[in-house]
Every structure is written in C-alpha cells, then in structure tokens.
C-alpha cells in the first residue's frame, strides 16, 4: 500500500524538515507485518512529494496476528486486500515513521511546523464502507477538498459495477501534525475494520489523536464507533470522555467574558448599534433565507425574527450552553408552530465545511471572527465564501485602532480576553478585499458608532455582494 503526501509551500524542500525524513536519502522502518519505505519522488523547491510504501508480509502478518480470528477460512489470512489497500496498517506505519511529526515538533523548522502549509494527499486504493459520501462525511468537516473516483470491479466487464475501493485525493491548508492525526485516526475508520484486537488503550489513542478536533466532529460517534471496532462499551467511553466539560468549564468562562466586553462598550451602546447596522444591512440586501454564523445567545436571531421579509433563520454556534441560552430567550418551547418552522439552531464549528450551511441568502457573522485563531481564517474564509457560498455575507469587528478611547480599558489590551487578534481598518480592508477577489464578491465597508477623526468607528462592517 501507498501513500503519497506533497506540498508547494516554498521552500517546497522543507517538507522533509517537517517530516524528519532527509529528501536524499531512501529510508526504511522495520514494522511487525512488514517494512516502511520513505521515499522523494520529487524534492524541488516549487513541490516535494513524499511516498510512504509499506510492503506487507502476509506470511508475517499471520503469524504475528493478535485476538480471535473470528470465522477467517484458512486462505483467507493469506489471499486478501491488505498488502494493498490503505487500512489501519497504514495508521502503524505513520504512527511509527511519524511520530516526532505527529507530535508537531521540528527542530529545524519550529515555526513552520505551527503553520497551516498547502498539503496534498493521495491514496491510491481505500477500501470504504459507506463510499465517496462518508468519505466527504468525515474529511469535508474538517476542511479538506475531496475528490475520489470509485475503482471498477473489473474494468473488461463494467456491467459489474465499482468495488468498495476508492481512489482519493485530499488538499487543504493544514499543519503536517493535524494532517498525520487525521489520516491516523480516519483511516480505520474508512475501512471499517482493524488488524489487531482493541482494547482500552485503544480509547486513549483515539482521544489523544483526535481529541482536539473530534469533540466538535459531526460525525463523532460513527468515528468512534468504527475506530473501536463497534465496542458498545469502549465506544460510550470514548463518547462520554469527548463530552466532559472541562475542569474550568470553558463555555461558563466565555460567558463572563462576554459580559466583560459588554461593560467596555455599554457606554455607547455599541451592541445595539451593531444589532440595528447588521438588521439594515440584511433588510437591504432582501434575503428571505439568512444564517446566524457565531449566533451565541440568540440576540441576533432573535432580531431577524422580527422581519416579516426573513422566511427562514438558522443559527449556529459551537457551544452547547450558549444554544440552550438562545432556546430559553428564543422561546422556541412555546411558539406557535408557523412560527417555530421559521427557526433552526444548530451546534457546529466555522472552520469545518458543513453542508447544513448551504443555499442561504445570507449569512451575518457579527463579532466572531477575531475569536479564532489567525491559522484558522483560511478554513473560515473556505467554509464561508467557497463552500456555503451564500449571495450576501455581512462581517463585523472590532477596530483595534479605537480601543484607546475606551477609559476602562488598559492600554495595549483587546476588548475581550477570547480575542485572539484585532483588525486595524487597514487590515480589515485588506483582508476584505483580498476575501473579495478570490471568491468573486464585492465588498463594501461601513463604519458602526460615533465616528472619530483620529482612530475612526469603535466597530467596523463588511457587506461581501455577488
């Protein structure tokens, strides 16, 4: 089986940094059914291409097999698909030639590692239960481009029909770390099946390799399900330790800081200044259909319920508590059941593609996107302007360059202690119009609060058009 990771960062060469695997060197890894090969097919400085080869043993693989053999027939362990569809054979090989990459360190390139680089792999023969629609189902959430082409049973008679076997490419901007944990985890998950009996341990390898994006994964419980080879019990572990919250419980810290925000900026009113900018901006714009992105506690989706023109609100947040708060508020218990058809909340992440976002109108992001990390915004800007793609989107933000007439707030420090960054209006414009031309929108900017000369509007807004 073969694998095949490549990249056109430049120095494209720097992949081998990442990897920890010298591009002029071929090299080898002893594994329990077999061998690993490391190997450049190209190392320029505009693409390198690594290809991982793992020659299976089949001999071997039965004589080192582990657990019950179930209802095998005896030829069987010898003649099958192993040696050459990428399954949990695979996920060994990475986890033992990849470790340090796994573990997102470089020596040599410390700082690339932390960075999202243009990364592609290919994978000639996946078996998958399910098809190309799970495959999408759990590589799309997390801002892959996919693409696969179904392998025909046998080419000299079509009548047959395709095999449960795949070719696949998947492309996205992504950490070489991320990357390896992804295709670790997912890959067994494909084929549905695993070589070796699971245990335990088995739970602990899932969340220390999926933790950080597994819990906000729509697909959790099936990745689960199958990784731990349909355990009920190691499963609902597994599940349940996903769901714990957090000793410091990070959804009722978030709360408070939002009401840390809102004392900085309750002198001017400025949250119901957005509220009223944004309502126009979606008024103008004649969307029936319109997305809440980041709706919090239901202040925003509220409003837009008010709108006779708005047919149909979705909102969508990643935090569980915030939706019961906006279900509360909404009082989506008691509406009358034209009025509740108008509504939809929903639990999901801005930087996995979601197919529930697409075919809107609009979609409004107000004071969200300086909360995600800045590595993150190119999934943000994928999820909203490639893949939901609604006619209209309307973005606010704080502008940084106002924070000094803020008399409450100290100086040098952002209006929130979530914010991971804020824009000047330059930057903002920059990035708009960057955002603009490369997803065929034009983009307007307002200002939104008392204007001042020297530093300008304490919030700003952008309206993207197509």
Known sequence: MILTLSTTHQPATDLGYLLHKNPDRHHTSELPFGTAH??????????????????????????????????????????????????????VALA?????????????????????????????????????????????????????????????????????YLTVRLRGMKKVKDLLEHLYVLLPVLDDDKHYWVGNDE??????????????????????????????????????????????????????????????????????????????AVGASGARRVLDLGCGQGKLTGALLKLSSIDHVVGLDVSHRSLEIAARRLHLDTMTPRQRERVELL?????????????????????????????????????????????????????????????????????HRDHRFEWTRAEFETWANGVARRHGYEVRLSPIGPFDDEVGPPTQMAVFSR
């Open 38 to 91: 490391v190997l450049y097919p190209v190392a320029t400085e505009d693409q390198c291409a690594m290809s991982l080869l793992v020659d299976i043993d089949p001999v071997g693989l039965v004589r080192n097999h582990r657990g019950p053999r179930g209802n095998d027939f005896s030829l069987s362990q010898y003649v099958n698909d192993r040696p050459f569809a990428t399954s949990s054979f695979m996920s």
């Open 96 to 164: 033992k030639v990849f470790s340090t990459a796994m573990g997102g360190r470089s020596k040599e390139r410390p700082d690339l590692a932390d960075q999202d680089i243009p990364l592609e792999v290919s994978l000639p023969v996946v078996p998958c239960r399910g098809g190309e629609a799970v495959l999408r189902r759990l590589f799309e959430p997390l801002g892959y481009d996919v693409h696969a082409t179904a392998i025909p049973l046998d080419t000299n008679f079509p009548t047959w029909g395709d095999s449960r």
């Open 203 to 280: 739970v602990e390898k899932l969340l220390r390799r999926g933790g950080a994006w597994l819990s906000t994964h729509p697909e959790r419980e099936l990745i689960a399900n199958r990784y731990l080879r349909h355990d009920a019990q190691l499963t609902r572990e597994a599940v349940a330790r996903l769901q714990e919250d957090d000793a410091d419980d990070p959804e009722q810290l978030a709360e408070t800081q939002d009401a840390e925000e809102e004392v900085v900026e309750r002198p001017l009113s400025l949250n119901e200044q957005r509220l009223a900018a944004v309502i126009d």
């Open 347 to 415: 639990q999901g992440s801005l930087t996995y593609r979601d197919r529930r976002l697409e075919g809107f109108d609009l979609a409004a992001i107000v004071e969200v996107i300086e909360h995600l990390d800045k590595s993150r915004l190119d999934s943000f800007e994928r999820v909203v302007f490639a893949h939901a793609r609604p006619a209209h989107v309307v973005i606010t933000t704080p502008n940084l360059e106002y924070n000094v007439r803020f008399e409450t707030l100290p100086a040098g420090t952002l209006r």
